[in-house]
């Protein structure tokens, strides 16, 4: 069943290359959001199919693939993917359904999409480290092209800076992979062989572990990103589309984190101990000067931008906490920085699209219930809330697990984190009182009418927002049965770092 999501994506690729060029783009989309949809409806099945309470491996597909490398097509799903893997589909469905009708080369760019899809969704799946590198890779090159082609007027620039960083990113993920299997004497790349023996006798020497875990933080703190690995992003965001900019926030970021926990914590354990301290205090910096980037921010996608780097700061401070509670809430709030960031994207590309400004002291009044943008606004105003942590919302319910889970582990860092989430208020209302606040002015008094497909994306982010915050449970036990098996010869390691400090 797995192989459904690499195998239809690609096929939808291909079927939308050789339509018949005659074909409107409006038929275009509505083919493409048909094999997103269906996709997306897999995904539900394998919901309900899906054990929850199994931390094993479940639906696994199996090929002998290129014996003298030791790589396998290996596919698995368990606690820690499938969360990942349902978002994907959800977005890339909320990305091709807000897509402009009248975008230009529509074959070639929802093509992309779906080999973006394509390299995600292998991502998570993967069950061995080299397939886990090849999708990662993957999905760099339909990332360059649609900023290059559908990006704004520095997209040439913002797309070769993506592109730079994130094939440095995987030539150092690929360094760690190679030499743990070279130095280990494994004969595959398979992660659940290379797990056991990480855990037995056999585990390598703490030195070897540094030498190995040190380029693998490195290469996913650049796709994360973290400071100062993070230049690339705001650039990225910024010049490209809204599409893009969804799934590049609500998703593709998370490759870093969820690969940090299903490879840093599950295969290098006495080294993720020894530099725990380290990666804790670079989340808090990261989350810091997230926060303070965006308080500085004219542009509104800008502003999203640096409170994206905030967020993911969050994630990496849960993860190096190693608890269990600490990483079931690294995974909640993956999910939960996904719908917000996707959504607030989804609102500043409207108004862009409206206003033709994302300039925040350009912009007033916007929430003018008769000449403005009074929905948008209203959702606008949601999403903040969220990213904010307001309770009742899955934002709140997300940072408080995860300054829950890492407080008794790392408490100054953790207080720090917590100065930054009170700071996302504060720009997130300058941005607010800013753009939707005040009088309109007479430029914008005639703004066209938001149309019922432009709302309807920002509608279920902004319900899934709400019934994730009001009924966490249901997102939270798809992981804790797997967050206790990766965590198993971990126990004592929070107690061992906190005696450390």
């Keep these: ?133 090849l999708f990662y890779e993957l999905e760099i090159v339909p990332l360059y092209f649609l900023i290059a082609i559908w990006g704004g007027e520095r997209r040439g620039y913002a ?85 893009v900019s969804v799934l590049l926030a609500g998703v593709l970021l998370k490759l870093g984190t ?19 301290p380290s990666m804790a205090t670079l989340a808090a910096i990261s989350a810091l000067y997230g926060a303070s980037c965006a308080i500085a921010q004219r542009d509104m996608k800008k502003v999203v931008a640096y409170s994206s780097i905030a967020h993911m700061g969050y994630i990496l401070l849960a993860v190096a906490a190693a608890t269990r509670l600490s990483i079931t809430a690294s995974i909640f709030q993956m999910v939960s920085h996904g719908l917000i960031s996707a959504l607030l994207f989804l609102l500043v590309g409207i108004v862009y699209k409206k206003t033709g400004s994302r300039d925040v002291y350009y912009l007033q009044g916007l929430l003018n219930p008769q000449r403005g943008l009074p929905l948008v606004g209203s959702l606008m105003i949601l999403a903040v809330m969220a990213s904010a942590g307001i309770p009742g919302l899955v934002g709140f319910i997300a940072e408080f697990l995860v300054f829950r889970g890492s407080f008794p582990i790392f408490p100054i860092q953790t207080l720090l984190c917590l100065i930054s989430s009170g700071l996302t208020a504060v720009y997130f209302l300058l941005m607010i009182n800013r753009v939707f606040f005040g009088r309109l002015t007479n430029e914008l008094s005639r703004l066209p009418k938001v149309l019922w497909s432009e709302r309807a994306p920002a509608f279920v982010l902004a319900i899934l927002i709400i019934v994730l915050g009001i009924q966490p449970s249901w997102m939270v036990r798809w992981s ?4 206790s098996v990766l965590l198993t010869g971990t126990s004592d390691v929070a107690l061992s770092v906190n005696s450390n400090q």
């Design 1 to 133: 069943m797995l192989n459904a999501f690499i195998v239809i994506p690609i096929l939808g690729a291909i079927l939308i290359t050789f339509l018949p060029a005659q074909l409107d783009e409006n038929k275009i989309k509505k083919i493409a959001t048909g094999i997103a949809l269906i996709v997306l409806i897999l995904n539900i099945i394998l919901a309900f199919r899906f054990e929850a309470n199994n931390p094993e491996i479940q639906f696994t597909e199996y090929l002998p693939w290129i014996k003298g490398l030791g790589l396998n097509y290996h596919l698995g799903v368990d606690g820690l993917s499938f969360p990942m893997l349902f978002l994907n589909s959800l977005l890339t469905l909320i990305a091709i359904g807000s897509t402009s009708r009248t975008i230009h080369r529509p074959r070639f760019y929802y093509a992309l999409l779906f080999l973006l899809s394509t390299g995600v969704a292998g991502a998570f799946l993967a069950q061995d480290l080299l397939l886990f590198f």
């Design 159 to 243: 797309a070769m800076k993506f592109l730079l960083y994130t094939s440095v990113s995987g030539f150092l993920v690929l360094i760690s992979f190679l030499g743990l299997v070279w130095l280990s004497g494994a004969t595959s790349f398979d992660y659940a062989f290379l797990r056991e023996m990480s855990l037995g006798a056999d585990a390598l020497p703490l030195g070897t572990q540094l030498l190995l875990l040190a380029p693998l933080l490195v290469g996913l703190g650049i796709k994360i990103p973290i400071f100062p690995f993070h230049t690339w992003l705001p650039d990225a965001h910024v010049e490209a589309s809204t599409p």
């Design 480 to 483: 804790e049965p797997q967050v």
């Design 258 to 276: 969820y690969g940090l926990l299903r490879f840093g914590v599950g295969l290098f354990l006495d080294a993720w101990e020894y530099l725990a």
